[in-house]
């Protein structure tokens, strides 16, 4: 809503890979508090943007903010501090490594009370009982989890996850979608890029479409799954 502040803006973000623009001057806000879906088909741009955001790309041109912040050139870990973490697209979880060790990870250059943060994660994304378990014995379902987890730990203001429900089965969808609403409860804002639309509107009130590198448009659920140019574009019809 217009009473909020925003957490997150971009202005002329763009970024090119040789001929290709893969963002292309893109305005967006998302505001302190929410749960913001990003969707639009494939090659739109979503993990460009994402990455943008968490400068492991660097933009072409435009300034990224943050809570105030200019985050446009900082570094990646520095964004992190300051409150930036994301589940990438691809899998970054250690098959090898126990859950427990997993999140460890994120954890080695803080200095928050690991313990503690270690068993409220567990607890967080319902791991408990499988903390020694090596990664690799995981289901798809638990992979994803633990790998949100990972993030979690870090206790951002802002979550970036892209693709979170990516071949998984219905149930193990309703889970993230409870995650992540309960994360949202204890205050984490969201941004969210997803192409099953059951699971968006289970979780978000606000839409960005995203199409070759442009915003197309951005509202409701309800008006954008019935805006004509969006279903024609994205949903294919
Ligand atoms: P989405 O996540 O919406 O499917 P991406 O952000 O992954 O889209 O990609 C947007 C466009 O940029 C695509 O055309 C993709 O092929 C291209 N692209 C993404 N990453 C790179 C890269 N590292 N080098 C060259 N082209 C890239
Ligand atoms: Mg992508």
Do not use: W
Request: hydrophobic share 40%.
């Amino acid at each position: 809503g217009s009473s909020r502040d925003a957490i997150l803006s971009t202005n002329g973000l763009t970024k090119k890979f040789g001929g290709l623009t893969a963002v292309d001057s893109v305005d967006f806000t998302v505001d302190e508090g929410e749960i913001r879906c990003l969707i639009g088909p494939n090659g739109a741009g979503k993990s460009t943007l994402l990455e943008l955001i968490t400068g492991q790309l660097t933009p072409t041109d435009g300034d990224i903010y943050f809570d105030g912040n200019e985050l446009t050139d900082m570094e990646p870990h520095r964004r992190m501090d300051a409150g930036i973490s994301i589940k990438f697209q691809s899998p970054h979880i250690y098959e090898s490594l126990s859950v427990e060790q997993n999140l460890r990870v994120p954890l080695q250059r803080t200095d928050r009370d690991i313990e503690a943060v270690l068993a409220r994660t567990l607890d967080r994304i319902a791991l408990a009982e499988k903390a020694d378990e090596p990664a690799s014995d995981l289901s798809h379902g638990e992979k994803q989890r633990l790998e949100i987890g990972m993030a979690v730990t870090l206790d951002p203001a802002l979550m970036l996850l892209d693709e979170p429900v990516a071949g998984m089965s219905v149930d193990e969808t309703a889970d993230i979608a409870e995650l992540i609403r309960s994360l949202h409860d204890d205050g984490m804002t969201f941004l969210v890029v997803e192409h099953d639309m059951e699971f968006v509107r289970k979780i978000s009130e606000q839409v960005t479409v995203l199409n070759q590198g442009s915003v197309l448009t951005q509202g409701p659920i309800e008006a954008i799954e019935n805006d004509e140019e969006v279903r024609r574009i994205y949903l294919g019809e």
